[in-house]
T-cell receptor, first 115, second 114 residues
Framework: SAVISQKPSRDICQRGTSLTIQCQVD?????MFWYRQQPGQSLTLIAT?????????ESGFVIDKFPISRPNLTFSTLTVSNMSPEDSSIYLC????????????FGQGTRLTVV | GNSVTQMEGPVTLSEEAFLTINCTYT??????LFWYVQYPGEGLQLLLK?????DKGSNKGFEATYRKETTSFHLEKGSVQVSDSAVYFC?????????????FGAGTRLAVHP
């Protein structure tokens, strides 16, 4: 299993500013995942963060808007840049061991409100 | 492509009622199927899973059977409790094209009243 600490747990930000979300895992993992959960909706994968290489972004998400760092095997950050009210969501960090049948573990999420 | 469709919520039940939350999927081959639960203010956690056709996953009184013929993975519980109030997500792990990704349904909110 894995325990994931995510911070901040919530924030209210002004439009046009940026927020960096931190994700710390209690064990070394190869891949870390960042999801967005818009109000009342499901989880959408933003990107996969690999240590030592550029993150892989899903369709509709770009590095300029959501830069990701992965400095080591237990830590990652996601920045939401130049925020607008449409960025108001819950952002979730997740890890999952390699394999089709493995369980994914999630942080508690960061609830972001952009005003 | 791969996708998951869940019944819309919210589902509102009285304590001890029977619960069914429908989930169907579209995928090639034999994906692995999961149910995750999100309690208020918390992250998602695995409830149960099934990795091949006719497998039944079970946990905490919840069950779901992997039905290849109907491409379904419906969640059931015989007698719900107030503590089961949460959002339930059906998800699949595809066979190919990045098998470490999970694809989620829209989620179904369950509210159980005493």
């Amino acid at each position: 299993s894995a325990v994931i600490s995510q911070k901040p747990s919530r924030d209210i930000c002004q439009r046009g500013t940026s927020l960096t979300i931190q994700c710390q895992v209690d064990s070394q993992v190869t891949m870390m995942f960042w999801y967005r959960q818009q109000p009342g909706q499901s989880l959408t994968l933003i990107a996969t963060a690999n240590q030592g290489s550029e993150a892989t972004y899903e369709s509709g998400f770009v590095i300029d808007k959501f830069p990701i760092s992965r400095p080591n095997l237990t830590f990652s950050t996601l920045t939401v840049s130049n925020m607008s009210p449409e960025d108001s969501s819950i952002y979730l960090c997740s890890v999952r061991p390699l394999g089709q049948n493995t369980e994914a573990f999630f942080g508690q999420g960061t609830r972001l409100t952009v005003v | 492509g791969n996708s998951v469709t869940q019944m819309e919520g919210p589902v509102t039940l009285s304590e001890e009622a029977f619960l069914t939350i429908n989930c169907t999927y579209t995928a090639t081959g034999y994906p692995s199927l999961f149910w995750y639960v999100q309690y208020p203010g918390e992250g998602l956690q695995l409830l149960l899973k099934a990795t091949k056709a006719d497998d039944k996953g079970s946990n905490k009184g919840f069950e779901a059977t992997y039905r290849k013929e109907t491409t379904s993975f419906h969640l059931e519980k015989g007698s719900v409790q107030v503590s089961d109030s949460a959002v339930y997500f059906c998800a699949l792990s595809p066979v190919s094209g990045g098998y470490n990704k999970l694809i989620f349904g829209a989620g179904t909110r369950l509210a159980v009243h005493p």
